[in-house]
C-alpha cells in the first residue's frame, strides 16, 4: 500500500512534465501559432493585435500560468478546422477509438494468452514455432501495410469485409448517438440492422490492431508459462495427481496472471498508437484520425489537445496496472 | 498387507538428462526395495538420490531418458504405464514432501485450498467437504489455529508451518509411500526436529513406508530402518541404520569420520578421500 | 604481426596481454553467434541492405527522379524489375535510394540518441540523489506518451521533413537507453573494482567514462539493435502520415503513401515499399535477439 500511494505521488509530477511538454511544443517550436492563424500576409498590425489576443505577448512563465488555468478548466483551446473546442472534438471521436481498441485488445487476448500457454507447454512444438515466427512478424510488419494488404484481399479480393468507414451508407446517421460506441448505441437502440453492419465495419480494422497486440502478448505468456512451469510448486501440484489441464490453468497460469493484468494494460496503451495509423487508412473516425488531420492541417490545438489527452490514457492505464498487480498478488498485497 | 512385501522396486535404474556435450548420466544402475518401512537414501547433492525419488513417481522433465530393468510401484510398471494410471498413483498412492515450502507450494492459493485440492483430486466430493477435511488435516499435523492457516497464502507461513501444510497436503489421499526430498533442510534447526517427529509419527500410525531422502547421515541413521548410501549415482553400500557405525564401505566410512563428535575433541576433521574406483 | 590474429592466439587461455584477452573474448562471441542461424540471416540481410544503399547509384537502373507518365503503374518486367509507381518512375531504383533515407534516418537517430542515453543514464546512475530523481522524472514523462504521438506532436510543430522527422524520433526514443544504463551503473557503481579505482584518486568523470560506461555498452548494443526495428516503423509511419521525409523524397515510408491509393488495383506499388521495410526491420530484430543471446545472456 505504502509503495502504491508512492507510484500515485509521482503521477503529479509526470502529469506536470506532460503539459510541460505539450506547452513546450505549442509556444517554442519554430512554427509561429499567430502566423498559423493568421496567416503569413497579414499585416503587421493584425498580427500583433492577435498575439496581445492569444496572451502570446506575455512572458512565457505567465503564459504557463495561464495554459495550465485553462487545463484545469477542461479548456483545451478551440479547433480551427472543426470550430469546436477541442474538448467537444476529443468527446466525439474518443468513443470511436475506444470501441476499436477494446475490440481489439479483447481478441489479442482471447487469442493470445492460450497461444502463449500452449506454447510454452509444448516448447519446441509446431505451435511453439508459429507463435515465434508469428511475433517476428507482429514486430516487424508496419501496421500500415498489414491494414493496406488486409484492405487488398479482404475487402478488393475476397469480398468478405465491407471497405473503409465505421458504417455502410444504409445506416449513416440512423443511429441515436448515446455512448459513442457504434455497436453498443445500435444495440440499445435495437437496430440489429445497424448492429450488425458495425459489427462488420468493426471486424477488419480490429482484427489487424489486434494482430500486432496478440503477437506480443502470446511472447509474454509464453515467457511467462516457461518460468512458472519450471518452478517447485508445478511439481508438487504434478505430485498431488492433479490432471495436467489443472496444473497449467490453475497452478502455472494462477501465478501468470498476476504479470499478465500488466502486460494487457500496456499493451492497450500501445494499441492507441497502432490506431493513429489503423484509423487513417480504414477512415475510421477516432482519436486517431483526428490527429492526423489536424497535424495535416497544422491545427495547433487540436494536436496538443489530442496528445495530451493521449498521454493521460497512458498515466492512467500505468497506474490502473500497478493497482491491479497489488490487489491481485497476494505477496504485494 | 504384509510390511516384507515391497512397495516400491527399483532394478538397475538409469537416468540421463541432456546437456551441452551430449547426455549426463545423473543415476547409474541403481537398485533398492522400500516397503512399509523407513528407508534412507542419504547422499551428497548431484549423488542423485532426489532423482531416483522422481523417477519412481516419473516427475522427471521430459527431456530426461529413464531405463530400468525393473521400476514398480506394487506391481504397477512405471516406466510402461498410461498417463492415467501414472495420475492415479501420483498422491493416492505416494506422496512427495519437497524441500522449501517456499518454493514448493503455490504462492497465489491459499494453504487450505491446496490441500483440499488434493483431498478431492482422488475423491468424488465436493468442496464443501474437501474444506472440511483439510481443516482436520491441519489438526492432524499439529496445527493450533487450522483456520487461520487455511485461509493463508504461503508467503505468511512460517517455514515449518508451510512444510506442516505441505505434509497434510501430501496425506491427504492417504498415500502407502511418502518419499521426503530433504524436507527439514531449509528449515531452523529448532524446528527440523519437531518436522521429522511429526512424519514418522505420521507414517507409523498410518502404516505407511517413508523414503527419506536427505544428506544428513546421523539424522537418517536416528529416523530409518534401513539406509542406501549413495554416490555419484550409484549405491555404494545399503545397511540397517543400526549397522551404520560398523559401515565397511570406504565412501560410509569416510563420511562418518567427517563427522565432529560431542564426546571426544577433535582438532581437524578429516578430507574425504574419494577414490575412482567407487564410480568404476 | 602475421600470426597475431591466428586462432590459437585468439583462443588461448592464457592470454599475454590485455588486448589478446579482449580479441579472444570478442572471438569466443563470435563463435557462439555463428552457430545461430536466425542471427546470422539477420546479420547478413542487415549489413546486404545497408550496402545495398550505399551502392545504389552503381546498382540503379534508372534514375530514381525520372518520370515517365506514358508508362506509369506498370508491373513487375525485365525492364522495371519491381515495375513503375504513379509517375512512371522506376521502382527498383526508388527502393534503393529509399533505403538511404530510411535506414540512413535510422542510423542519424541511433547515432543521435544511443551517447546521449548512456551519458545520463551513467551520470543519473552513478550521481545518484537529487541529480538521479529529476533525470529520472524526465524520462518518466517522455515514456508517458506513445512515442509516435509525441514525434507527431514534434513534427507538426516543427517542418515535416527527414531532419525534423530525425530529431522528433530521436527525442522520444532516449529515455528507454537512459533507463537501461542508469540500471547497469546502479548494480556497477559498489563494485570493488570501481571501489579500488576511487582510491587511486580517478575523479568521478574519469570513473564514469573509463569503467562504467564501457560495461553498459554490451547490453545498450542489444537494446539498439532491437530498438533499429521499431525506429524504421517509427520512422516510415511518420513517412506514411506524410510527416517524414516529403515527396517526391524516395523514403520507403512516404513511397506508401503516395501509391496507397493503388493498392486495390496495382497492389505492387505500395507493397514493395512495404516488404522491404519489413525485411529491414526483421533482420535487426533477428540480429538483435541473436545479440541478446551473446552478449547478455542473464536477459534472456
Not at chain 1, 80 to 92: E, R, Y
Not at chain 2, 183 to 199: F, G, H, K, N, Y
Not at chain 2, 200 to 206: D, F, G, T
Not at chain 2, 219 to 236: K, T, W
Amino acid at each position: 500500500m505504502k509503495a502504491l500511494a508512492a507510484s500515485a505521488a509521482s503521477i503529479p509530477i509526470t502529469l506536470f512534465g506532460l503539459v510541460l511538454v505539450t506547452f513546450f511544443i505549442g509556444r517554442v517550436m519554430p512554427i509561429d501559432p499567430v502566423i498559423a492563424i493568421v496567416g503569413d500576409r497579414a499585416p503587421q498590425d493584425v498580427v500583433e493585435q492577435t498575439r496581445a489576443a492569444l496572451g502570446l505577448d506575455q512572458p512565457l512563465y505567465v503564459q504557463f500560468v495561464t495554459y495550465v488555468g485553462q487545463l484545469l478548466r477542461g479548456d483545451l483551446g478551440r479547433s480551427v478546422m472543426t470550430s469546436n473546442t477541442v474538448g467537444q472534438d476529443i468527446l466525439t471521436f474518443f468513443p470511436a477509438t475506444f470501441e476499436l481498441a477494446t475490440t481489439a485488445i479483447v481478441l489479442a487476448a482471447l487469442i493470445g494468452i492460450p497461444l502463449g500457454v500452449l506454447a510454452a507447454v509444448k516448447q519446441g512444438s509446431l505451435v511453439d514455432q508459429a507463435v515465434r515466427v508469428f511475433s517476428l512478424i507482429g514486430h516487424s510488419l508496419p501496421i500500415f501495410v498489414l491494414a493496406l494488404l488486409s484492405l487488398l484481399v479482404f475487402y478488393a479480393r475476397l469480398g468478405i469485409a465491407p471497405g473503409p468507414g465505421r458504417q455502410g451508407i444504409v445506416y449513416q446517421d440512423m443511429v441515436d448517438i448515446r455512448t459513442g460506441v457504434l455497436t453498443l448505441d445500435a444495440a440499445l437502440a435495437g437496430d440489429w440492422g445497424a448492429f450488425w453492419d458495425a459489427v462488420a465495419h468493426l471486424a477488419q480494422p480490429a482484427c489487424v490492431l489486434a494482430f500486432f497486440s496478440l503477437a506480443y502478448i502470446a511472447r509474454m505468456t509464453r515467457a511467462f508459462m516457461l518460468n512458472e512451469l519450471r518452478s517447485e510448486y508445478v511439481i508438487t501440484a504434478r505430485a498431488k495427481g492433479l490432471s495436467s489441464t489443472r496444473i497449467i490453468w490453475r497452478h502455472a497460469f494462477g501465478n501468470v496472471a498476476v504479470p499478465m493484468v500488466t502486460i494487457l494494460a500496456l499493451t492497450y496503451a500501445g494499441l492507441l498508437e497502432g490506431a493513429v495509423l489503423t484509423e487513417t487508412i480504414f477512415a475510421w473516425p477516432g482519436l486517431g484520425q483526428y490527429l492526423t488531420v489536424s497535424l495535416l492541417n497544422a491545427d495547433m490545438n487540436a494536436v496538443l489537445g489530442a496528445t495530451l489527452v493521449v498521454g493521460l490514457i497512458y498515466v492512467a492505464l500505468n497506474l490502473l496496472a500497478d493497482t491491479l498487480y497489488r490487489l491481485l498478488d497476494p505477496r504485494v498485497r | 498387507m504384509n510390511a516384507r512385501q515391497p512397495l516400491a522396486e527399483i532394478r538397475d535404474l538409469n537416468v540421463f538428462f541432456p546437456s551441452a556435450t551430449g547426455f549426463t548420466h545423473a543415476v547409474r544402475g541403481v537398485s533398492m526395495t522400500v516397503g512399509r518401512e523407513k528407508f534412507g537414501i542419504v547422499g551428497e547433492s548431484g549423488s542423485g538420490k532426489s532423482v531416483t525419488g522422481r523417477a519412481l513417481m516419473r516427475l522427471l522433465p521430459r527431456s530426461a531418458r529413464v531405463t530400468a530393468d525393473a521400476l514398480r510401484f506394487d506391481g504397477t510398471d512405471v516406466l510402461a504405464a498410461s498417463e492415467g494410471i501414472m495420475r492415479d498413483l501420483r498422491g493416492k498412492r505416494i506422496g512427495l514432501i519437497l524441500q522449501d515450502p517456499k518454493y514448493s507450494l503455490n504462492p497465489v492459493m491459499r494453504a487450505g485450498d491446496q490441500i483440499a485440492e488434493a483431498w478431492r483430486a482422488h475423491r468424488r466430493a465436493g468442496w464443501k467437504e474437501a474444506r472440511e477435511a483439510a481443516a482436520s488435516l491441519l489438526e492432524q499435523v499439529r496445527i493450533r489455529d487450522p483456520g487461520r492457516v487455511a485461509r493463508a497464502y504461503p508467503h505468511e507461513l512460517s517455514g515449518g508451518m508451510g512444510q506442516r501444510v505441505m505434509i497434510a497436503m501430501m496425506l491427504a489421499p492417504d498415500p502407502d509411500l511418502l518419499i521426503a526430498d530433504e524436507p527439514t533442510s531449509a528449515l531452523d534447526a529448532s524446528v527440523q526436529a519437531e518436522i521429522l517427529r511429526l512424519i514418522e509419527e505420521l507414517v507409523s500410525a498410518r502404516g505407511m513406508g517413508l523414503m527419506l531422502i536427505s544428506h544428513d547421515l546421523p539424522l537418517v541413521s536416528r529416523f530409518c530402518d534401513r539406509v542406501a548410501v549413495m554416490y555419484a549415482g550409484r549405491v555404494m553400500e545399503t545397511l540397517a541404520a543400526k549397522d551404520l557405525a560398523h559401515a565397511t564401505h570406504p565412501y560410509t566410512r569416510g563420511l562418518l569420520d567427517c563427522l565432529p563428535r560431542l564426546d571426544a575433541p577433535r582438532l581437524r576433521l578429516p578430507v574425504l578421500a574419494r577414490d575412482p574406483a567407487w564410480v568404476a | 604481426m602475421s600470426a597475431t590474429f591466428s586462432r590459437d592466439w585468439l583462443l588461448s587461455d592464457t592470454p599475454s596481454s590485455r588486448r589478446q584477452a579482449v580479441w579472444g573474448q570478442r572471438y569466443q562471441a563470435w563463435l557462439a553467434f555463428r552457430r545461430n542461424p536466425l542471427a546470422m540471416g539477420g546479420l547478413i540481410v542487415a549489413v546486404a541492405m545497408l550496402l545495398l544503399s550505399l551502392a545504389a547509384p552503381l546498382l540503379a537502373t534508372h534514375d530514381p527522379s525520372v518520370q515517365n507518365l506514358g508508362n506509369r503503374l506498370a508491373p513487375p518486367s525485365a525492364e522495371h524489375w519491381f515495375g513503375t509507381d504513379e509517375l512512371g518512375r522506376d521502382v527498383y531504383s526508388r527502393i534503393l535510394y529509399g533505403g538511404r533515407i530510411t535506414l540512413g534516418m535510422v542510423v542519424a537517430v541511433v547515432l543521435l540518441v544511443a551517447p546521449l542515453g548512456l551519458i545520463v543514464g551513467c551520470v543519473a546512475g552513478y550521481a545518484g540523489g537529487f541529480l538521479d530523481r529529476i533525470l529520472m522524472r524526465v524520462t518518466d514523462v517522455f515514456l508517458a506518451f506513445p512515442r509516435l504521438i509525441l514525434a507527431l506532436a514534434f513534427v507538426a510543430a516543427m517542418r515535416p521533413g527527414v531532419e525534423s522527422a530525425v530529431f522528433a524520433i530521436a527525442l522520444t526514443a532516449w529515455p528507454p537507453y537512459a533507463r537501461l544504463a542508469r540500471a547497469e551503473t546502479l548494480t556497477i557503481r559498489n563494485a570493488d573494482y570501481v571501489a579500488a579505482v576511487r582510491l587511486t584518486g580517478a575523479s568521478a568523470a574519469r570513473i564514469v567514462l573509463r569503467h562504467v560506461t564501457p560495461m553498459c555498452i554490451p547490453s545498450l548494443i542489444v537494446r539498439v539493435t532491437l530498438d533499429m526495428s521499431s525506429i524504421i516503423l517509427t520512422a516510415a509511419g511518420l513517412g506514411f502520415l506524410g510527416l517524414g521525409a516529403q515527396p517526391p523524397l524516395p523514403e520507403w515510408g512516404t513511397m506508401i503513401a503516395t501509391a496507397r491509393r493503388f493498392i486495390l488495383d496495382q497492389w505492387w506499388v505500395p507493397v514493395i515499399p512495404g516488404i522491404a521495410i519489413f525485411v529491414a526491420s526483421l533482420s535487426f530484430n533477428l540480429l538483435g535477439d541473436g545479440l541478446r543471446d551473446v552478449l547478455d545472456p542473464k536477459q534472456r
